[in-house]
């Protein structure tokens, strides 16, 4: 039993302005973090949005991204195997056999029956265990070989942590009463957190940073960011449908705003998409896409289409 894990690495916009971030504070208080950040966009427009994040929200996403890899979910298993078992009885015994892709078993019982008994057992709590496992990290495993975030349950486990931001976003001065026009505040946003490569091949599954903690220690790449965008909009936005993007080394958010002219946009179950790509520094407007992703969208094979509402 082996599986593989997705990555994603940084993407960079050809040529335009560079996300610009002017001012990052983070203020310790007793129940939470206050966070305040000032940016300049694309039009040389500044904005400055502060909020308050939980203490416990931030710990929870910095142990998500500092403790989940497949030697831990591996570990995880064989204690539920070993106890499951144990709970047999019947003098039943496991023996394991670690490898660097997985881990392998075999049991001893007292007879045939007992052994295929336990044996199905154990199947139905290998399964149970890494689900549980991968859920309480945001992830999920997508087929035989591969594990990924998972987009819809993290933007929905986020939006409540990330609900603040909304509100902050909301309450800033002089943006139009359109969708487009908040989300493309909310893009610019997480645009100007810089960017960081976050794959630890060491670790292997370090590359997913949950919305707070990519707040609390304002750095982020390309998934991170697409779903913590997703998160915000979420409550910012509450009407628009949104969809993640994947493809090799990559991944963008896109929402169903009305297209403008030169939009790039993607069509799935029969709805159209303008991409956002969030994951900076480029400060790409609503419907541009760095060169990476335009190549992959206009030829689609290698890219997967994630609903998230």
């Known amino acids: 039993m082996w599986l593989l894990l997705a990555a994603m690495v940084v993407l960079a916009a050809a040529g335009g302005a560079q996300a610009q971030q002017l001012d990052f504070k983070r203020e310790s208080r007793s129940g939470d973090e206050k966070l305040v950040f000032r940016w300049r966009d694309s039009d040389r427009r500044e904005y400055t949005a502060g909020f308050t994040l939980t203490k416990d929200a931030i710990r929870q996403s910095e142990a998500s991204f500092r403790d989940f890899s497949l030697a831990d979910m591996w570990r995880r298993v064989e204690a539920d195997l070993r106890d499951e078992t144990q709970k ?42 890494k689900s549980a496992y991968l859920a309480g990290h945001l992830r999920k495993q997508v087929d035989e070989r591969r594990i990924m975030v998972d987009f819809a349950g993290a933007t929905a486990a986020l939006q409540g942590p990330m609900s603040a931001v909304a509100r902050a976003l909301g309450a800033t001065p002089n943006v139009a009463d359109t969708d487009r026009a908040r989300i ?61 993007i994947t493809m090799p080394e990559h991944a963008i958010l896109a929402a169903d705003v009305p297209a403008e002219p030169g939009d790039q946009t993607i069509r799935a179950q029969g709805r159209q998409y303008v991409a956002l790509e969030a994951a900076g520094p480029a400060l790409a407007a609503i419907g541009r896409v760095s060169a990476h992703s335009s190549k992959y969208l206009k030829d689609g094979r290698e890219t997967v289409i994630w609903r998230l509402n």
């Not at 049991?107 to 149970?128: H, N, T």
């Not at 960017?195 to 940073?209: I, S």
């Open 184 to 244: 493309a505040l909310a893009l610019g946003f997480f645009q100007e957190v810089p960017y960081a490569v976050l794959e630890d091949k060491e670790r292997q599954g370090g590359d997913f940073l949950p919305a707070p903690a990519l707040l609390a220690q304002n750095r982020g790449d390309c998934d991170s960011k697409a779903v913590a965008l997703a998160a915000v909009l979420r409550t910012y936005t509450p009407s628009r449908k949104l969809v993640v």
């Open 88 to 129: 047999f009885g019947h003098d039943a015994h496991i023996d394991f056999k670690h490898s660097r892709t997985g881990l392998d078993w075999s049991v001893r019982a007292a007879d045939r029956q007992s052994a295929d008994a336990l044996m199905q057992k154990l199947r139905e709590r290998l399964v149970k265990s």
